[in-house]
């Protein structure tokens, strides 16, 4: 049995998961994960004057529950973006995860699923944008349960948890996009699901099939040069992220498929920082500095 770092903000949905680990309750578990193999953690992000209270809250939670405790408190500021915030928090569970060979347990639920599934749909980020909460590093036990049945269960348990106000602040993309599907059809929110679990699928197939083709280093420019574009940029994320680690985005994609079609041999091409394209006139490979 791993271990499991769980990720714990103090909010109602991370209290529930945390109770329902510690009383071996979680839904649709065939076995109860030893207490012994959990370890509580929760990053400050400093953007709100109460979060030292959220810290100081979810350390005595663990305590009651005879848990280790990881926290780790950041200058983020009130202005901070929901992308970098979001960014420090996972980068500080990774590094938990890693210290203690363990996975990483989030409380995402179903309607997380919904609103992320609608936020990338406004970005644009493209078929992908519906393959939302699957990192493979990750667990999210309660994907299956809505926010108002993980409400109903803290309350049923009396468990109290801390509320977070910038919930409200509707300057949050996430926030807005909240208050405007609280009337979608929850046979709408159920079918986003369902769609959400095929596409899923789909991408792990097309990531194994896109690695396949390309091959191994250096790479044939002919090859994505001939491809329709949106194959090209496929096979260009699968090398992309094969030999770099890096996940581009799509704008970072659609500039390296130009790169790779008009750039000469000799030049290179910085997809992020650190990440590079190096050509020569018939072939490229990735560079990492």
Wanted: cysteine-free; hydrophobic content about 40%.
């Amino acid at each position: 049995m791993p271990n499991y770092v769980v990720a714990v903000s103090g909010g109602v949905d991370s209290v529930v998961l945390l109770g329902m680990l510690a009383t071996g309750n979680l839904p649709n578990s065939s076995s109860q994960i030893p207490i012994a193999n959990l370890i509580v953690a929760h990053f400050d992000h400093g953007i709100r004057d109460e979060s030292a209270g959220d810290a100081e809250f979810v350390g005595n939670l663990a305590k009651e529950h005879g848990l280790l405790f990881e926290t780790k408190r950041e200058e983020l500021g009130a202005g901070t973006s929901e992308e970098l915030a979001r960014d420090r928090r996972y980068a500080f569970l990774r590094e938990v995860a890693a210290k203690h060979n363990a996975r990483i347990m989030t409380a995402h639920h179903a309607d997380d699923l919904v609103e992320t599934i609608a936020i990338n749909l406004v970005r644009g980020t493209g078929w992908r944008g519906l393959a939302v909460l699957d990192s493979p590093d990750i667990d999210r036990p309660l994907l299956g349960m809505t926010k108002l049945e993980i409400k109903n269960y803290a309350e049923k348990h009396r468990l109290d948890w801390r509320e977070d106000v910038t919930n409200n602040d509707t300057k949050y993309l996430r926030n807005d996009l909240r208050k405007k599907m609280t009337t979608l059809d929850p046979q709408m929110r159920q079918l986003l699901g369902l769609y959400r679990n095929r596409q899923v699928v789909l991408r792990k197939e097309i990531d194994s099939e896109s690695s396949r083709i390309v091959g191994d280093s250096p790479y044939a420019r002919h090859l994505i040069i001939y491809s329709p574009n949106d194959a090209a940029e496929e096979l260009l994320r699968a090398i992309v992220v094969r030999d770099s680690g890096y996940y581009p985005t799509r704008p970072q994609l659609r500039h390296a498929l130009h790169a790779v079609k008009v750039l000469h041999g000799g030049k290179r091409y910085e997809i992020a920082s650190g990440v590079a394209l190096m050509f020569t006139t018939t072939h490229f490979v990735i560079v990492k500095s």
